[in-house]
């Protein structure tokens, strides 16, 4: 049961935090920049922003791997700022704490296998905490005393700082 809470809980702040980017992302386009981020074009209508960025015809965007907001980034603001302001650390854990969302939401052979791979990898855990619920209510550090789940979501809203200009 308590796997659950801690997988619902996870799943709920990293959607959250997909939407806070896209969020940002669009407010950014549509003012006239701050000492943060510099559109390379200013667009006035958030509707117009929204299909500049999610495409023609569709109905949303992948913001990660959070390469994919680079790249976005870049097309879009001078030096890709301030979503090119993460650090590759930061960014390697968003691009993490997604498998471990895509896990939790699909329960594929395939998203299991990749949690095993890219999250797990070599590290020696119980059987327990090979599985995401597991995972993420182990133990990350002792001094405080700390879960994995807030250490990724820690570092998500230190992500969302720095994007915010915080």
Request: hydrophobic share 40%; with cysteine; charged share 25%.
């Amino acid at each position: 049961m308590a796997e659950q809470l801690y997988e619902s809980l996870f799943l709920s702040c990293f959607t959250s935090f997909e939407v806070f980017i896209e969020d940002a992302f669009l407010r950014l386009l549509t003012t006239a920049g701050n000492a943060n981020a510099t559109p390379r074009m200013q667009v006035k209508s958030p509707i117009v922003a929204r299909e500049l960025v999610i495409g023609p015809g569709k109905k949303y965007v992948d913001w990660c791997p959070y390469e994919r907001t680079i790249e976005r980034a870049n097309l879009f603001f001078r030096g890709g700022r301030p979503f090119t302001n993460v650090p590759s650390v930061k960014q390697d854990l968003i691009n993490k704490a997604q498998v471990v969302r895509h896990a939790i939401a699909h329960r594929s052979r395939y998203s299991q296998e990749r949690f095993e791979r890219v999250v797990i990898g070599t590290t020696s855990l119980a059987p327990r905490e090979r599985r995401p619920g597991g995972f993420l209510s182990g133990i990350a550090s002792t001094s405080p005393l700390r879960t994995r789940y807030e250490v990724y979501i820690d570092e998500v809203v230190g992500v969302a700082r720095i994007i915010s200009g915080e």
